[in-house]
């Protein structure tokens, strides 16, 4: 393949030394300014036309006839002051013209008049010419890419093309400045180089550490962890209006020349849209492969197979193993107000929770129904006392991991082991029918469906006729009261203590037998004896987990 590289990147870009070497400026002298010969120029304006206007002269150069200059020691200051790099005397100075000039700027004489479409002639060339080389090599570099790109490289073969146009390492960054591929270094000092790097990255800098129209093009000055210096040239990946990362390659010394800077501008300028369509390929991908993965979770825990063998292809498919022993967690999944994609916040704390007690011999699987978190894990425990212990550790874990995120403590609520993925739906069951009642009752932390045993021993009877009797007989009357039903509920869950139901519900102990009263009116039983205590006590629990049960099987009817 032909070396597209332009030989001189900043060689046809015309310095001050180069428009004297031009036949146009032949027998010309350099009035002052002799040790600023290196100093760019970019174009060339008559004086009356910059004396008119106040913006900055840098690279510019003043195109003056003498007479123009008369008694001009102030406009000199001014164009000085301005950064213009060099004043261009179309004949030979004026007499009067200062001995003593503004320092860095170069004043010509010209040997002879040439004007000034001639000299406007030459600059507009130089620049044209400089500008025909850059695209050449920015296209050479693009095809090379964009060739990778529709192969389907991927992004380790990307970047190590951009390190073979360099000559130099490469790094491409995501948004949150993890490194997705790298070429040319060790793992270690890849990771070195990106910490020093990323901070850099993400803070505003002066307008002169920025390179490029977009001030997305940076070059920094940094060490890696063995103290070596290093030169970074990075631009920002942008699709639209969207932040992807960075590309950034690498120099292994502190002061690059121009040419090869220049070289590995056009590279890292040119690599980023290739590189970011590649990550959101990507993206794209992992985010099929995540809502494939999610929907097999449901099915999972739901039961929703169409035979054995559907379930055992599934779960080759996600790599699951689905002979092993499993635990299911569940919390609430709500996210806080404000928040513009609420699906998409709960989708990354159920990654959070997934991915707390982190252990390399056990697999964690993820979904989100309505506003429940639900984590399938596989558990490594020899039996299930080892695995009830090891269930109890993930669930405080991924407790203390959501409250953490959402400022709140939240409720986590697991159920026994199951064994095999075939028990996963029925565990399922139990942690939702353990975060109902933890719901209802305000409890948090790790909830185990052992943990709740007065509820959970009902949990056989709640649905037979017997059990609907009992609750309509006891509290069929208080639907339309709710206010005492509530009451009720206070007094059964201070023990039948009138003193200490009064100051939990602050109100008089007065009032509090006027309401025992109305209760035992309504219900048509003398709630201050213990059995009946305890048959109103039974209702409710009752009735608490057939509400629990009706709920869990809406959201199972659903597939």
């Known amino acids: 393949m032909r070396d597209m590289t332009p030989a001189h990147p900043h060689g046809d870009r015309m310095t001050v030394a180069g428009l004297l070497d031009e036949s146009l400026m032949s027998g010309a002298r350099v009035v002052a300014g002799q040790d600023h010969l290196d100093r760019e120029l970019h174009w ?118 951009v390190s073979n146009l360099a000559r130099n390492p490469a790094i491409a960054l995501d948004a949150r400045g993890h490194i997705v591929a790298h070429n040319g270094l060790t793992p270690e000092i890849a990771a070195g180089l990106t910490e020093a790097i990323v901070p850099l990255l993400t803070v505003d800098l002066p307008a002169a550490a920025r390179l490029s129209a977009h001030h997305d093009t940076r070059v920094e000055q940094l060490d890696d962890p063995l103290g070596t210096r290093w030169t970074a040239i990075s631009t920002a990946i942008r699709l639209g209006k969207a932040f992807e990362g960075w590309v950034a390659i690498v120099i292994p010394h502190s002061e690059p020349g121009s040419h090869e800077l220049a070289r590995h501008i056009v590279v890292t300028e040119q690599a980023t849209a290739i590189i970011g369509s590649e990550m959101l390929r990507q993206h794209s991908i992992d985010e099929a492969e995540e809502r494939a993965r999610g929907d ?88 299930d006392d080892e695995r009830r212990r090891e269930m109890a550790h993930y669930a405080g874990a991924m407790a203390c991991e959501l409250e953490n995120r959402r400022g709140a403590a939240v409720a986590v609520s697991y159920s026994r082991p199951a064994s095999g993925a075939q028990a996963v739906s029925g565990s399922y069951r139990e942690a939702r029918i353990a975060l109902g009642i933890a719901r209802r009752l305000h409890l948090t932390g790790a909830i185990s469906y052992q943990d709740l045993r007065s509820f959970t021993v009902l949990a056989e009877v709640a649905e037979t006729d017997q059990s609907r009797a009992l609750v309509t007989d006891i509290l069929g009357p208080l639907r339309a009261a709710p206010d ?36 035992s009116r309504t219900i048509g039983m003398d709630i201050r004896l213990p059995d009946n205590q305890f048959t109103v006590w039974l209702a409710i629990r009752l009735d608490l987990l057939t509400e629990v049960h009706a709920a869990v099987d809406r959201e199972a009817s659903f597939r």
């Open 484 to 519: 005492l039903r509530e009451f009720l509920t206070g007094y059964l869950a201070n023990g039948g203590n009138v003193n200490a139901t009064a100051r939990a519900l602050n109100v008089h102990r007065n009032t509090m037998l006027t309401k025992l009263d109305r209760v």
């Open 44 to 161: 060339v304006l008559p004086l009356s036309e910059v004396l008119s206007r106040h913006e900055a002269l840098d690279g510019v150069a003043v195109y003056a006839r003498p007479e123009a200059l008369l008694g001009s020691a102030g406009a000199l200051a001014a164009l000085a002051a301005r950064g213009a790099t060099t004043l261009v005397v179309d004949n030979s100075v004026p007499a009067d013209f200062p001995a003593v000039l503004p320092a860095g700027l170069v004043v010509i004489e010209m040997a002879f008049p040439v004007g000034f479409t001639a000299l406007n002639r030459l600059l507009a060339e130089r620049a044209l010419s400089q500008e025909v080389h850059v695209m050449r090599y920015a296209t050479h570099v693009h095809a090379s890419l964009a060739g990778l790109f529709h192969r389907g490289a991927g992004l380790q073969m990307l970047v190590r093309e």
């Open 296 to 383: 097999f979770v449901q099915a999972l825990v739901h039961g929703h197979f169409s035979s054995e063998h559907d379930m055992r292809t599934r779960a080759e498919y996600h790599d699951v193993d689905i002979d092993s022993h499993f635990g299911v967690f569940v919390a609430p999944g709500v996210v806080p107000h404000g928040v513009d994609n609420p699906a998409a916040s709960m989708v990354r704390l159920a990654r959070y929770a997934a991915n707390v007690a982190p252990d390399p011999a056990v697999r964690s699987y993820v979904t989100v129904l309505g506003d429940v978190l639900v984590v399938v894990r596989s558990l490594r425990g020899q039996d």
